[in-house]
């Protein structure tokens, strides 16, 4: 199905009762249920599916092969690498059903998750966050925090174009390409130009 507004290939199925923000594209195979929200300009890659009660802000990249699941809310310019997972259940036992216990997940305003990463539930991620491929989350993520590994760690900083900050004695980093500026100071990462 293809209007002006949305792309959505025909192999795809969404589900009556979503709402899809406009300039939105849906890919091959992916499922978008009922109840969830999709913010403006955001691309659903193959083999997605999105469950009720998710909302996406503007400007959403799903790779293929992402999962989210009820309970996960992304601001906008979210960036989901391939075959990433989100958890929304903490001890998951195929003989009980644990519906009315699924925890929250908050991805921040432009924050990326890489490829093969894993968020196990109930733990936010801040904005600008850069998760590096195949880390598992199993802590809160502070904004801008650059973290790997599993479980995973911080490593460093990086700025809202996605580049590792380098702080000087006072605390400063600039960022190469937008020359952005930003602050460190007790363990916080802020923007300041």
């Not at 969404?14 to 594209?25: N, P, R």
């Not at 400007?59 to 958890?87: A, E, H, R």
């Not at 998951?92 to 539930?121: E, F, L, M, W």
């Not at 599993?150 to 960022?175: D, K, M, S």
Request: with cysteine; glycine share 12%.
């Amino acid at each position: 199905m293809e209007d002006q507004k949305i792309f959505i290939h025909p192999s795809a199925l969404v589900d009556e009762g979503c709402s899809i923000g406009e300039g939105s594209k849906i890919w091959h195979f992916s499922h978008i249920m009922p109840g969830c929200t999709i913010g403006e300009r955001c691309n659903i890659g193959q083999n997605v599916v999105v469950s009720p009660g998710v909302v996406l802000g503007k400007n959403v990249k799903i790779q293929n092969n992402v999962s989210i699941y009820t309970g996960v809310t992304c601001d906008d310019d979210v960036f989901l690498g391939p075959s990433m997972v989100f958890t929304n259940v903490i001890n998951p036992r195929s003989a009980i059903n644990r519906r009315d216990q699924y925890a929250q997940t908050h991805v921040g305003k432009g924050a990326s998750i890489g490829a093969n990463a894993t968020i196990v539930c109930g733990h936010n991620i801040g904005e600008y966050a850069f998760i590096g491929a195949g880390a598992v989350v199993t802590k809160t993520v502070p904004a801008f925090a650059l973290v790997v590994g599993n479980p995973a760690r911080q490593i460093g900083w990086v700025g809202e174009y996605g580049h590792r900050l380098h702080f000087n004695a006072e605390g400063v980093a600039t960022c190469p390409e937008s020359l952005q500026v930003y602050k460190l100071a007790d363990n916080v990462v802020t923007r300041i130009s």
